[in-house]
C-alpha cells in the first residue's frame, strides 16, 4: 500500500517531463552549435556536461536530503536549477551560455531524480514497489516518444529586443517555461506528500478501525524530532502503535491498553524494528551486493547508449539506409520498449525483481550476440542485416535494468538513506551513457567491433556471475522488511 499516492503520480509526471525533455534537445544540439560558431567537439562537450554534473547532483542531493531532510525545499530547488538551466541555454550570444545551461540542467536533473526515487522507495511497500519503478522509468520512454513528435512542431524565428530565437534556442524557451509551470505546481502540492527526515509520528488506533468515535492530535517534545500523537478512542479500547514515516517501517512500542482478550498490536505489513530513535542518522553502508547493482546498472546504460549512438552510423554510413529507415528504427524501438515496460509491470505481480532483472540482462546479452554477428558478417551487406539491426537496437537499447535495480537497492540498504543510494545508481547510468559515447567513437572498422563485442561479452558475464553470488541476498531481510 502507497501511504500517499500522489508521490507516485508525481513521479510519473516528473519522469515524463524528463523524456520529452532528453528529445527535445537532442534533435537540435548540433543545429545551435553550428549556429554559434562550434564544432563537433564542442557538441560533444556541451551533451556530455549534463551527465558529468548529473554524476555529481545525484549523490549530492540524495545526500543532503537523508541527511537534514526537507525533501520538498531541495526538490524545489532542483526544478528552480532546471529552469535557471534552460534561461541560459536559450541565451545564443555566446556558446558557454548553452553549455553552463546543460552543466546546471544535469545537477538540477540529479538531483530532483535523487529525491524523488528516495521518496517513492520509503512511501511503498515491497511488495508493489518494483512495479512502482517500472512504471516510472515507463513514463520517461513515453516522454522520450512524445518528445520528438512535438518539439519538431514547436520552433521560433522571432527576434524580441534584439534577442533572436530560432529553432536552436527554441527547445530552451520550451522547456524553460515547462519547467516554470512544474515548479509552481511543485509550490502547490499539498506537504504532506512528503515525508521528512527525523519526523516520527504516534498513532493510537483500534483493533478495529472502522469504530473510531473520537482522535486527538498534540505535539510532544522530543530531543530528535518532533512527535504527533493522534488518539482515538473506539468504545473505550486504546492501542499504542508508532509508526516512523521516514524509513519505512512500522514501530512497535511495549505500551498498549487493549481489550485484555488480545493484547497485541496488529503489524502494518512494513519494516518492524525495535527502536529508531537510538540513531537518527545512519552511516552509509557499502558491501559487495549494492557494489554489483550499480555495477549492473552502469553497464546496462552503457550498452544501451552504445546501441542508440551506434546504430546511426552503422545504418548510415555501412548499411547506406536514407534517414528516414533510421527514423523508423527508432520509432519500432520505442514502441517495443513501451511494450515491454507494460509487460513488466503486469509480470512484477507475479515475479520478483530478481528474476525479472535477470531477464532483462539476458536481454542485452542477446543483442550483444546480434551485434558480434554483424561484425563477423561486415564484408557482406544483405538485405537481412537490416533486420538485424532492428532486433540489435530493440534488445539492446531499452533501459529496463534500471527500474528493477533500484527497486532492489531500495530493499537491500537502510531507508533513511534512501535518496542518496537512488543518486549513486542515477549518477551510475549517466556515467555509462558518458563512458560509452567516448568509447564506441573509436568502434569504426570490422575488427575494432569484434574486439568491441568480446569486450561487452566479459563485462556482461562478469556481471552476472556477480548477480548469481548474491541472488539470494538481493531481498530484504527480516529485520528490516516484515
Known amino acids: 500500500m502507497v501511504r500517499h499516492k500522489g508521490i507516485v503520480k508525481f513521479a510519473y509526471v516528473r519522469q515524463f517531463l524528463a523524456g520529452c525533455e532528453t528529445y527535445f534537445i537532442a534533435p537540435t544540439a548540433w543545429y545551435y552549435v553550428r549556429s554559434l560558431g562550434q564544432n563537433e567537439l564542442f557538441l560533444a562537450l556541451m551533451l556530455s556536461s549534463f551527465n558529468i554534473s548529473a554524476v555529481i547532483g ?7 536530503v537523508d541527511w537534514i531532510g526537507h525533501p520538498r525545499l531541495v526538490f524545489l530547488f532542483a526544478c528552480w536549477l532546471k529552469v535557471i538551466s534552460y534561461i541560459l541555454y536559450s ?13 546546471v540542467s544535469g545537477l538540477g536533473s540529479g538531483g530532483s531524480v535523487a529525491v524523488i526515487l528516495g521518496q517513492v522507495a520509503i512511501q511503498t511497500d515491497v511488495e508493489e514497489r518494483g512495479t512502482i519503478f517500472v512504471l516510472i522509468e515507463a513514463a520517461y520512454c513515453v516522454g ?3 518528445g520528438p513528435g512535438v518539439g519538431s512542431f514547436i520552433a521560433f524565428d522571432v527576434t524580441i529586443w534584439g534577442w533572436h530565437i530560432n529553432q536552436g534556442n527554441s527547445p530552451g524557451i520550451i522547456l524553460a517555461i515547462v519547467w516554470s509551470v512544474f515548479f509552481i505546481v511543485t509550490i502547490l502540492l499539498p506537504k504532506d506528500i512528503w515525508i521528512e527526515k527525523g519526523t516520527v509520528e504516534k498513532q493510537i488506533v483500534s483493533e478495529d478501525e472502522g469504530r473510531t468515535t473520537d482522535d486527538r492530535t498534540f505535539t510532544e517534545n522530543d530531543p530528535k524530532g518532533d512527535r504527533r500523537l493522534t488518539e482515538i478512542h473506539p468504545k473505550g479500547d486504546r492501542i499504542l502503535a508508532e509508526y516512523d514515516l521516514n524509513v519505512d517501517r512500522h514501530l512497535t512500542k511495549d505500551v498498549a491498553i487493549a ?3 488480545d493484547d497485541r498490536i496488529k503489524p502494518s505489513g ?3 524494528v525495535v527502536d529508531l530513535d537510538d540513531e537518527s ?3 552509509i553502508e557499502w558491501n559487495s551486493r549494492i557494489f554489483c547493482l550499480l555495477y549492473l546498472t552502469f553497464a546496462s546504460e552503457f550498452f544501451s547508449s552504445t546501441a542508440t549512438f551506434y546504430v546511426p552510423v552503422l545504418a548510415l554510413n555501412h548499411f547506406h539506409l536514407e534517414l528516414i529507415y533510421v527514423k523508423l528504427l527508432f520509432l519500432n524501438c520505442t514502441l517495443f520498449t513501451v511494450l515491454v515496460f507494460i509487460l513488466f509491470s503486469l509480470a512484477s505481480d507475479y515475479f520478483d525483481e530478481r528474476k525479472l532483472f535477470l531477464v532483462a540482462l539476458l536481454m542485452q546479452i542477446a543483442a550483444i550476440s546480434v551485434l558480434t554477428w554483424i561484425g563477423f558478417s561486415w564484408d557482406h551487406i544483405t538485405s537481412a542485416q537490416n533486420y538485424m539491426l532492428l532486433l540489435y537496437i530493440c534488445l539492446g537499447m531499452p533501459y529496463f535494468a ?3 535495480g533500484n527497486s ?8 533513511r538513506n534512501a535518496s542518496f543510494y537512488q543518486g549513486v545508481s542515477y549518477a551510475s547510468m549517466q556515467s555509462g551513457i558518458l563512458i560509452s559515447r567516448v568509447v564506441v567513437s573509436f568502434v569504426n572498422t570490422k575488427e575494432s567491433l569484434i574486439i568491441y563485442c568480446f569486450v561487452l561479452m566479459f563485462l556482461w558475464l562478469l556481471g552476472l556471475i556477480w548477480f548469481a553470488v548474491h541472488y539470494k541476498q538481493f531481498v530484504a531481510s527480516e529485520e528490516k522488511h516484515q
Open 270 to 272: 512494513h519494516r518492524t
Open 91 to 103: 541565451i545564443n550570444i555566446s556558446a558557454f551560455f548553452p553549455l553552463v545551461g546543460r552543466l
Open 259 to 261: 481489550d485484555p482478550e
Open 281 to 283: 542518522k545512519t552511516k
Open 402 to 404: 534500471f527500474p528493477f
Open 144 to 146: 522520450a516518444t512524445v
Open 58 to 64: 545525484g549523490p549530492l542531493f540524495g545526500r543532503i
Open 408 to 415: 532492489i537497492l531500495s530493499k537491500i540498504t537502510d531507508a
